[in-house]
């Protein structure tokens, strides 16, 4: 299966006319990456990663249309998706720490539907915090919300509820 998606992700690079070193494998997880080395990161990363979806979305759904069961995977460039997923991890920390501190709601920067399932399944077992995605399309963000009373809260336990500020970055 690996060998058909590295195959079509060649193939779409090689029509793009954009040369690369090398594209490797590794597992993380439920997901293949496929890591693609390049000089030409700036045409295949895009503002704020825009073309990298793009080039998975397209590698998706040609692998949709060739393969039975395409196994779920991620195409990377020069460690781009990485750096971002650790970003928005340490973002995620920060924000769920704010969000127990402060006792209120809240709100991460809009994401990509990955992105919010890694917040979501890193706060899963947080007794403290609960996560929900609200928004509509590309507007889609994690909501980080308190929850008061749950094990693990020190101190004095106030009533907040009626406060529906929410902070966000």
Same mark, same amino acid.
């Given at each position: 299966?690996?060998?058909?998606?590295?195959?079509?992700?060649?193939?779409? =690079?090689?029509?793009?006319?954009?040369?690369?070193?090398?594209?490797?494998?590794?597992?993380l997880g439920?997901?293949? =990456?496929?890591?693609?080395?390049?000089?030409?990161?700036? =045409?295949?990363?895009?503002?704020?990663?825009?073309?990298?979806?793009?080039?998975?979305?397209?590698?998706?759904? =040609?692998?949709?249309?060739?393969?039975?069961?395409?196994?779920?995977?991620?195409?990377?460039?020069?460690?781009?998706?990485?750096?971002?997923?650790?970003?928005?991890?340490?973002?995620?920390?920060?924000?769920?720490?704010?969000?127990?501190a402060?006792?209120?709601?809240?709100?991460?920067?809009?994401?990509?539907?990955?992105?919010?399932?890694?917040?979501?399944?890193?706060?899963?077992?947080?007794?403290?915090?609960?996560?929900?995605?609200?928004?509509?399309?590309?507007?889609?963000?994690?909501?980080?919300?308190?929850?008061?009373?749950?094990?693990?809260?020190?101190?004095?336990?106030?009533?907040?509820?009626?406060?529906?500020?929410?902070f966000?970055?």
């Open positions: 299966m690996g060998e058909s998606i590295l195959n079509i992700t060649k193939e779409v =690079l090689d029509r793009l006319s954009i040369p690369y070193k090398k594209i490797t494998i590794e597992e439920a997901h293949s =990456l496929f890591s693609i080395e390049t000089e030409h990161s700036a =045409l295949l990363i895009g503002a704020r990663g825009e073309h990298l979806k793009a080039l998975n979305f397209i590698v998706k759904r =040609l692998a949709e249309k060739k393969l039975a069961d395409p196994a779920n995977f991620i195409i990377d460039v020069n460690g781009y998706h990485k750096r971002r997923i650790e970003s928005i991890a340490g973002k995620a920390k920060l924000l769920a720490e704010r969000a127990r402060f006792k209120h709601d809240v709100e991460m920067e809009p994401m990509s539907a990955y992105e919010r399932m890694i917040v979501h399944a890193a706060f899963s077992d947080d007794p403290s915090i609960t996560t929900e995605s609200e928004g509509e399309g590309k507007f889609r963000h994690v909501v980080f919300k308190y929850i008061e009373g749950a094990s693990g809260d020190e101190g004095e336990k106030k009533d907040y509820s009626s406060s529906s500020s929410r966000s970055i």
